[in-house]
């Protein structure tokens, strides 16, 4: 099977200091990897690299298109890529507000990423937006008010939401229940779970929270100071983690 996303000597330096170094790896159609760290070991900046959102020093971004093959997507034009960005590739932030237009009603925020590819009849637009609404959990006559009116969890639900209208193939996800209630991530994180599995969604999630990889990743990478330091199936290296890091990771989990 070819790989959906594969992952070249990605290197980012700022500096003398290095955000990542030398990370490869392949990810292949409907699997979820998740990368975890603490703070400052690189696993934001490898996820924007791979997003086109930074460019890294060295390294290949293969991306098996629909059309034209394996690209590597560094070497892409700008507006190349956010076309990839707006139809295969959707990426879910941390804070939702980065992923909202928060002066537009809920619909017209899904409504958006259908029109930047080329959906133009209003009854369809809305008729697609109040259905994705209803596959996040947001009630449809909540579709003309604004995210601003929205609590933390359901913004991020609207994110997704106006992401996946398109039919990605493939999702990155910056900490997506970071600064939720513990009742609230629960929920996001049921809802991921079920939207990844039914869609047949690729997807690359960075956390700090075990947890999160343990529900959704089938794999797991552990990053530190900008390096990864172990790799495997999720369940094999949290329940077995063999680097002194990792182990200490786990434990402060159990400690808790």
């Given at each position: 099977?070819?790989?959906l ?16 170094a ?43 298109t ?22 295969d ?29 080329g ?58 229940t970071?600064g ?36 959704l ?40």
């Amino acid at each position: 099977m070819t790989p959906l996303l594969s992952v070249r000597d990605i290197t980012k330096r700022y500096g003398t200091f290095v955000g990542c170094a030398d990370v490869s790896f392949d990810l292949f159609p409907g699997e979820v990897m998740g990368i975890v760290g603490e703070s400052g070991s690189g696993k934001s900046t490898l996820l924007n690299c791979m997003a086109g959102h930074l460019t890294p020093d060295t390294g290949e971004v293969l991306y098996d298109t629909r059309v034209d093959g394996q690209r590597d997507t560094v070497q892409m034009s700008e507006p190349e890529r956010r076309m990839l960005g707006r139809t295969d590739w959707a990426f879910v932030h941390q804070n939702p507000r980065d992923g909202l237009r928060m002066g537009v009603s809920a619909g017209g925020n899904v409504g958006e990423r259908l029109m930047a590819v080329g959906a133009r009849n209003y009854g369809d637009i809305r008729t697609k937006a109040t259905d994705w609404l209803g596959r996040v959990e947001i009630a449809p006559e909540r579709i003309d008010d604004r995210p601003s009116t929205f609590s933390g969890g359901m913004q991020q639900r609207l994110q997704i939401a106006r992401n996946l209208v398109t039919g990605p193939r493939l999702v990155f996800m910056d900490e997506p229940t970071g600064g939720l209630d513990v009742s609230v991530q629960a929920r996001l994180l049921d809802l991921l779970r079920g939207l990844v599995r039914d869609l047949g969604l690729s997807a690359i999630i960075v956390t700090h929270d075990l947890a999160v990889v343990r529900l959704l990743a089938d794999r797991l990478m552990v990053m530190k100071s900008g390096h990864v330091i172990e790799a495997g199936l999720t369940d094999q290296v949290l329940d077995d983690p063999q680097h002194a890091y990792t182990q200490l990771l786990v434990s402060s989990v159990l400690q808790v």
